[in-house]
């Protein structure tokens, strides 16, 4: 797991969506972006 994912997580946020190769680095990989949510309590 990356890094900053587990902190967002740790944070209580949640992954809600993800898009599929929206973003190709200069070293050609291509990764998806995430969208996080954290509900109010």
């Known amino acids: ?3 900053s ?3 967002w997580q ?3 946020f ?3 969506g993800r898009i599929p ?5 200069k070293d050609k ?3 998806d ?3 996080m949510y954290r ?3």
């Open 29 to 31: 990989q291509v990764v």
């Open 1 to 3: 797991m990356i890094f």
């Open 21 to 25: 190769g929206a973003v190709k680095l």
């Open 39 to 41: 509900p109010w309590h």
């Open 5 to 7: 994912i587990t902190l």
């Open 14 to 16: 949640q992954t809600i």
């Open 33 to 35: 972006p995430l969208s």
């Open 10 to 12: 740790s944070l209580e």
